[in-house]
């Protein structure tokens, strides 16, 4: 089987239409790309980012026993977007599939610490390696603030200690925390799919039976009194100021915590909600504006 890729590039405002115009046609996927370098804050749980200008590919089947039209399936694409710049090509299965892998590879973050993608070995067998499938969710170490939380847990003690991950996407923090020792790893997203990329990829680790996970409602429920010594929360600044109130009844007194997905521009903001409850021990920055803010609980 051959597949052929459909790529158009369009503005933000045309992405819901060409979607749906590419799964009319019979495309099997859809997939949307960053046609201009632009960075993205990294989404809420549940959010699609979008860039300002966007590649959509639609993904179409060729049967051995029956050629797809492309010049036909261009043309009629072109009465609906005439303007559009428009590009398709074949790829073979196997060279589809390696496309796809090819685009991850092990990343290091600090001595003896690895992501490692599920097909891969580990590049040092006897370092803390996570295991990922980066297809499950968002949250594949690549991304700053996500790195950022990775190497502050690597950077602190962990062992036999109580873990709170929120927000926690594939769960790669939580696992993450795990292997380094935790005793138990409380976790939660607002997505029902981050939930279930958390415990698959917390199985494929070998730390499920350490790990809660679960939406806000049952996660603090299960919780109820029981409180933290260390706490991460990699979402966004205007969620975090909102929730840091509550973020402080889940932890004890002098409990370590790290929050990520802030700019520059915001950490002010955000470390003056935190310092009525935390004090502002470090704030760590990557990729030139991707800040983490970490430090410890007030001791009351």
């Not at 992405?15 to 009319?24: A, I, N, P, R």
């Not at 004090?279 to 990557?286: A, H, S």
Request: aromatic share 10%; proline share 5%.
């Amino acid at each position: 089987m051959k597949w052929l890729q459909i790529h158009i590039t369009v503005e933000q405002a045309q992405v819901d239409f060409t979607e749906t115009l590419l799964e009319s046609l019979g495309a099997v996927s859809v997939t949307l790309d960053d046609a201009e370098n632009q960075d993205l804050l990294e989404p809420l749980p549940g959010e699609t980012p979008l860039w300002n200008k966007v590649i959509v590919t639609g993904i179409y089947a060729q049967e051995d026993d029956e050629e797809i039209d492309v010049a036909a399936l261009e043309t009629f694409i072109r009465t609906q977007l005439p303007t559009e710049p428009m590009r398709s090509e074949f790829m073979e299965d196997q060279e589809w599939e390696r496309t796809w892998m090819d685009a991850y590879e092990p990343i290091q973050i600090g001595e003896k610490y690895w992501i490692v993608p599920e097909w891969m070995e580990p590049p040092e067998a006897d370092a803390v390696n996570i295991k990922l499938d980066p297809g499950l969710a968002f949250g594949t170490g690549n991304h700053a603030s996500t790195f950022l939380c990775l190497q502050w847990l690597g950077q602190t003690d962990v062992k036999d200690k109580i873990v709170i991950d929120y927000g926690c996407g594939s769960g790669i923090l939580a696992v993450a925390a795990l292997l380094l020792g935790a005793k138990k790893v409380y976790a939660t997203d607002i997505d029902p799919q981050a939930v279930l990329a958390t415990q698959q990829n917390a199985e494929l680790n070998g730390v499920l039976d350490n790990l809660y996970v679960g939406l806000p409602d049952e996660f603090y429920e299960t919780l109820k009194d029981q409180k933290a010594d260390v706490f991460v929360a990699n979402i966004l600044a205007g969620p975090l100021m909102m929730l840091a109130p509550q973020f402080a009844t889940l932890v004890k007194p002098e409990s370590e915590f790290a929050l990520a997905g802030v700019i520059q521009e915001q950490v002010e903001e955000v470390s003056s909600v935190y310092s009525e409850f935390f004090d502002i021990l470090q704030v760590e920055t990557r990729d030139e504006y991707w800040c983490r803010i970490s430090g410890k609980r007030h001791s009351f």
